[in-house]
């Protein structure tokens, strides 16, 4: 309630530059430490701006740690969150033996070795559907009528030192991507074996699954609608 957030900075902007208060509608909400390649939302506005002409108006007053990159109109009905089709995170860890200073705010530092080709193939296990209730908070089960949910597909790369995990899905729980990164940390370390996966699915089994790491590693990449 004290502190300044992203949809406060684009709705200042977005009054500067039209002269009418408005409230945005986000594509999903982002925990405090996350970062946004790609995020969506969108506005109502009796303004006749041009969509380019939003893009160079609202950057102009947007701080520098936020950018548009585009705009598109869209019918009345349209909603960012709840016409999103799919969304795909990335989570960025670095096993570099000293941690990088310039990054340590941008991705996990986990100095020990992964084994990439492992987790990749420990990845599918995660894909389909299923029922992800070890794989969430325990306070986000609580409001919700179901926690299974259908993932299309994950991997895992390296990039030089950096691994990074991506998943794509039409939805996903409280926690849920930083866990499952997490659970492949897990089971790459040897701490986890995959009938331990498999029985966090059928048993909902939070302690058959990895740590929930950090917010800084962990990326909204790119929104489908």
Same mark, same amino acid.
């Given at each position: ?10 709705? /200042?902007? %977005? ?6 208060? $408005?409230?945005? =509608?986000?594509?999903? &909400?982002? *925990? ?31 701080? /520098?740690? %936020? ?6 109109? $869209?019918?009345? =009905?349209?909603?960012? &969150?709840? *016409? ?92 849920m991507v930083r866990i499952l990164a997490g659970t492949l940390v897990y089971h790459s370390d040897g701490k986890l074996s995959d009938d331990d996966i498999i029985s966090a699915f059928s048993h909902g089994d939070r302690t058959k699954t990895g740590k929930t790491l950090p917010p800084q590693g962990l ?7």
């Open positions: 309630s004290n502190g300044i957030t992203v949809q406060e900075a684009i709705e /200042t902007a %977005i009054k500067e530059l039209i002269g009418e208060t $408005v409230t945005i =509608n986000g594509c999903s &909400r982002t *925990d405090a430490g996350v970062h946004a390649r790609e995020y969506c939302f969108n506005f109502f506005t009796k303004s006749t701006i041009p969509c380019d002409g939003f893009v160079k108006g609202i950057n102009a007053f947007l701080p /520098t740690d %936020i950018a548009v990159h585009s705009c598109a109109e $869209v019918d009345d =009905n349209f909603h960012a &969150r709840f *016409d999103t089709k799919s969304k795909e995170y990335i989570y960025r860890i670095s096993t570099l033996p000293i941690r990088d200073v310039f990054s340590e705010s941008l991705m996990l530092h986990h100095p020990y070795p992964l084994d990439a080709e492992k987790m990749d193939k420990t990845a599918q296990l995660f894909v389909g559907r299923h029922d992800f209730a070890a794989f969430c908070t325990a306070e986000s089960k609580t409001p919700l009528k179901s926690t299974v949910r259908e993932i299309s597909s994950a991997r895992v790369s390296r990039f030089g030192d950096v691994v990074e995990f991506c998943v794509s899905g039409g939805g996903f729980l409280h926690n990326y909204l990449n790119k929104v489908n609608y």
